[in-house]
């Protein structure tokens, strides 16, 4: 019956075309259309389905169908040309359909939005607590997949102008962290089965977000270009004026979802590593999909260079560095406590390589510069490289001192007095005074002669904190 009514509104609208303004007419035949098809298709809908969930998937649906309509409308609006001034059906159908596809995409991010939200909400509530066993306890919304990626079909082929390039982007985020959160549980399991699902969480995110920042300067520069040339061959004199950087919303875009997978990384770095070989290449995997984040990030300095936008490029290398080289420590070894000052001994050498190649790097930038001013990518990037160079070895000095005092903090059960793992202990800080006194002579930096005073001071008390068990036997 509802349907019925439904489809008499549409008649109704399409008797009235010749009396209403066509535009009008249109719109009420499309709304009756949409809202009998979105009735005859939510009639068998399963009821123990989430209400978000059947909100996201019919709203994506419709601006799905009206994306098509629109896209075609068009098309045949530009064969006729439009020559003689005046709008025609297919140009008034273009426009209704495009507000039926903003009205419904809008529709289906902010329901994908808020169950996402929901749902990260509550897996994060579960894995803060260790007593927790459910995830969705109390939130009965599990998300879908396929709402997302009907909202990313539907997106993907618009074209809304230079500014909202980045809402398909946004699109595929919702869709890759659906994703991500798929890989949890309902029902959480105890010991490692819960490091594992999470790190499967964490593995997927940062992978997906790799991609889509890659993706998204690729595609960028493309259109860049494409841009430029059109401009070289129609109007060359226009070239110099042509802007040629990336729409703020696309950089903003790549720029959140770098971050994100910083923490992730982080995170990652952090969690305990299950048995397998395929959670052993985890870390190696997110450490080269943080680096690729991080290259793409610096890819846009070419094209409009910006300081906040280049530091967040160079963390997210300097951590998917270090993460590099904690993926050489071996999983198993013992204790946990034992691994984890062998994870100091590795970020400790990682961090110091990083403070050597940051130095070495703003010392090559320098033939970048004009009379002591950059004029060049790479010269605005010195200030930077040497600030992340002395950044990074703050980090190195952090990390000799948790490995120098690991053993001595309570609760620590692994004594760590070991030949080897004393030699490794003074080799890596030799290692980190060398990495110290070649950028104080290279960079003529006051600030690094300090550095170089800490660092002696870390290799004799890490010799005289861990020549006590040795002074003893």
């Given at each position: 019956m509802i349907t019925l009514a439904i489809l008499s509104a549409a008649v109704l609208g399409?008797?009235?075309?010749?009396?209403?303004?066509?535009?009008?007419?249109?719109?009420?035949?499309?709304?009756?259309?949409?809202?009998?098809?979105?009735?005859?298709?939510?009639?068998?809908?399963?009821?123990?389905?989430?209400?978000?969930?059947?909100?996201?998937?019919?709203?994506?649906?419709?601006?799905?169908?009206?994306?098509?309509?629109?896209?075609?409308?068009?098309?045949?609006?530009?064969?006729?040309?439009?020559?003689?001034?005046?709008?025609?059906?297919?140009?008034?159908?273009?426009?209704?359909?495009?507000?039926?596809?903003?009205?419904?995409?809008?529709?289906?991010?902010?329901?994908?939005?808020?169950?996402?939200?929901?749902?990260?909400?509550?897996?994060?509530?579960?894995?803060?607590?260790?007593?927790?066993?459910?995830?969705?306890?109390?939130?009965?919304?599990?998300?879908?997949?396929?709402?997302?990626?009907?909202?990313?079909?539907?997106?993907?082929?618009?074209?809304?102008?230079?500014?909202?390039?980045?809402?398909?982007?946004?699109?595929?985020?919702?869709?890759?962290?659906?994703?991500?959160?798929?890989?949890?549980?309902?029902?959480?399991?105890?010991?490692?089965?819960?490091?594992?699902?999470?790190?499967?969480?964490?593995?997927?995110?940062?992978?997906?977000?790799?991609?889509?920042?890659?993706?998204?300067?690729?595609?960028?520069?493309?259109?860049?270009?494409?841009?430029?040339?059109?401009?070289?061959?129609?109007?060359?004199?226009?070239?110099?004026?042509?802007?040629?950087?990336?729409?703020?919303?696309?950089?903003?875009?790549?720029?959140?979802?770098?971050?994100?997978?910083?923490?992730?990384?982080?995170a990652t770095m952090v969690l305990p590593v299950p048995e397998g070989w395929a959670y052993r290449a985890v870390l190696p995997a997110c450490a080269v999909c943080v680096i690729l984040c991080g290259l793409s990030l610096l890819t846009h300095l070419n094209r409009s260079f910006s300081v906040g936008l280049a530091e967040i490029g160079l963390a997210l290398v300097s951590l998917g560095c270090a993460a590099a080289f904690q993926s050489i420590v071996p999983a198993r070894v013992g204790s946990p406590s034992a691994r984890y000052a062998m994870v100091f001994n590795a970020l400790m050498t990682g961090f110091a390589f990083l403070t050597w190649l940051w130095g070495w790097l703003a010392g090559v930038w320098m033939q970048q510069l004009r009379d002591r001013e950059a004029w060049t990518t790479a010269g605005r990037m010195i200030p930077l490289a040497r600030r992340f160079s002395f950044a990074c070895a703050c980090v190195t000095l952090l990390c000799g001192g948790l490995l120098a005092l690991w053993p001595r903090f309570s609760g620590v059960a692994s004594a760590d007095d070991t030949l080897g793992r004393f030699a490794a202990g003074v080799g890596v800080n030799f290692f980190a005074l060398l990495v110290f006194v070649g950028c104080a002579r290279r960079g003529r930096r006051p600030v690094f002669h300090l550095v170089v005073v800490l660092g002696i001071m870390s290799l004799l008390g890490f010799v005289a904190v861990r020549m006590l068990p040795f002074s003893g036997r």
């Amino acid at each position: 019956m509802i349907t019925l009514a439904i489809l008499s509104a549409a008649v109704l609208g399409l008797l009235m075309i010749r009396v209403l303004p066509r535009g009008i007419s249109l719109a009420l035949i499309g709304a009756s259309l949409t809202a009998a098809v979105l009735h005859a298709v939510l009639t068998p809908w399963p009821r123990s389905e989430a209400l978000l969930n059947m909100i996201a998937g019919s709203a994506a649906g419709a601006a799905l169908s009206w994306g098509v309509i629109h896209a075609a409308a068009r098309k045949a609006d530009v064969r006729r040309g439009q020559g003689d001034g005046h709008a025609t059906s297919a140009s008034e159908l273009s426009v209704v359909a495009g507000y039926f596809l903003l009205g419904f995409g809008v529709c289906a991010g902010v329901a994908i939005c808020v169950g996402l939200a929901m749902r990260a909400v509550s897996v994060t509530a579960a894995l803060s607590s260790p007593a927790a066993t459910s995830v969705t306890a109390g939130v009965a919304f599990s998300p879908s997949l396929w709402p997302a990626l009907l909202l990313l079909a539907t997106l993907l082929p618009a074209r809304t102008g230079v500014t909202p390039r980045a809402i398909p982007l946004w699109a595929a985020a919702a869709a890759a962290l659906t994703w991500a959160l798929d890989a949890i549980p309902p029902v959480l399991p105890t010991g490692e089965a819960r490091y594992a699902c999470l790190l499967a969480a964490l593995a997927r995110w940062q992978i997906c977000a790799a991609l889509l920042v890659a993706a998204a300067t690729l595609l960028e520069g493309a259109a860049l270009r494409r841009r430029r040339w059109s401009l070289v061959r129609s109007t060359p004199w226009e070239l110099r004026s042509a802007s040629n950087s990336a729409s703020a919303g696309l950089r903003a875009g790549c720029c959140v979802l770098a971050l994100t997978s910083f923490l992730a990384l982080a995170a990652t770095m952090v969690l305990p590593v299950p048995e397998g070989w395929a959670y052993r290449a985890v870390l190696p995997a997110c450490a080269v999909c943080v680096i690729l984040c991080g290259l793409s990030l610096l890819t846009h300095l070419n094209r409009s260079f910006s300081v906040g936008l280049a530091e967040i490029g160079l963390a997210l290398v300097s951590l998917g560095c270090a993460a590099a080289f904690q993926s050489i420590v071996p999983a198993r070894v013992g204790s946990p406590s034992a691994r984890y000052a062998m994870v100091f001994n590795a970020l400790m050498t990682g961090f110091a390589f990083l403070t050597w190649l940051w130095g070495w790097l703003a010392g090559v930038w320098m033939q970048q510069l004009r009379d002591r001013e950059a004029w060049t990518t790479a010269g605005r990037m010195i200030p930077l490289a040497r600030r992340f160079s002395f950044a990074c070895a703050c980090v190195t000095l952090l990390c000799g001192g948790l490995l120098a005092l690991w053993p001595r903090f309570s609760g620590v059960a692994s004594a760590d007095d070991t030949l080897g793992r004393f030699a490794a202990g003074v080799g890596v800080n030799f290692f980190a005074l060398l990495v110290f006194v070649g950028c104080a002579r290279r960079g003529r930096r006051p600030v690094f002669h300090l550095v170089v005073v800490l660092g002696i001071m870390s290799l004799l008390g890490f010799v005289a904190v861990r020549m006590l068990p040795f002074s003893g036997r």
